[in-house]
């Protein structure tokens, strides 16, 4: 499939701030639009509300993509338990805007692990069924039903934990990757306490700018309908917030002068913290067929920053 043009609903965020730039080194500034609630510093953006067809419909009218990439979401975890309403909004309602007023268009819609829920050992495959344990797995899930049950050529992907190399990092954007806020926090010799009980496949954004354009034609081309991109290797935060103490150790920081990482434990309630996957990780033998190779997120820290 040729993509010539690509609208991007929710790119000021941050996964969006990565794709949209490895986008636009491919098909050009002008090809790459943005859509967000927000006005952004980007000639190349336009305001839209997924949550108002009519505002859909104008910009899909003017921008005239080949590919909706939908990103767009409530994302705040433990809001989401203290806010459903909110959730079910963004995520099911404003999902199916989307996906109504696409059209054939192919969308992208972009998804979680979250969407299973952990108790059980073993990573997840795209056939598994989900079974999400709070308000932001289940409305993401929804949304992915919405799509999947539409007849849009398009498909989903699910990610886990997305986060930048430290000098890859997006800069002038409210969101902060779990891996930036704990080396930043570390580097201020402030004390990180992590989970323990939350493990995670740890998408790493660097990876997924530069195979995202090959790995969605092989998707729309060959009508696969959820793909999963994640590291080869689970871990769990406290493992990765062990991980970056270390490597700046290594790169010289003064161990005195870093902060100490202590353990910690995800434990819900109702309305405060909302349950996190315990046992979380995705199968990715599907995406490795089709070109995808990021290895473990603690051998990546390991060997860079």
Known sequence: MKIKKTLVIGGGG????????AMRKELGAENVIVGDRIKLKDKNSV????????????????????????????????????????????NIEGTGNVIQTAGQIPVIYFSTDFVFSGTED??????????????????KYQGEQVLINSTNPGGVIRISFPWYRFEEHPQGID???TLYWIRQTLLKGEDVQAYTNVTAGWTAMGYLEKQFLSLVRKMLTGKIKILHLAGKETATVYEVAKAIRENLIQQGNGEK?????????????????????????????????????????????????
């Open 122 to 139: 073993g990573l997840k495959n795209e056939n598994d069924t989900p079974d999400p344990v709070s308000v932001y797995g289940k409305t």
């Open 14 to 21: 941050l996964v969006g701030f990565g794709l949209v730039r």
């Open 257 to 305: 002068n870093l902060g100490q990482v202590k353990k910690g434990f995800c434990e819900p309630e109702t309305g405060k913290i909302a349950s996190r996957p315990e046992k979380g990780g995705l199968n990715i033998t599907l995406a490795e067929s089709l070109g995808w190779n990021q290895p473990g997120v603690l051998q990546m820290i390991k060997n860079h920053p």
């Open 175 to 177: 969101s902060r990757d």
């Open 47 to 90: 305001i839209l509300d997924i949550l108002n067809t009519a505002s859909l419909e104008k910009t899909i009218s003017a921008v005239k993509p080949d590919l909706i990439i939908h990103l767009a979401a409530a994302t705040n975890v433990n809001r989401c338990d203290q806010e459903p309403e909110w959730a079910e909004k963004l």
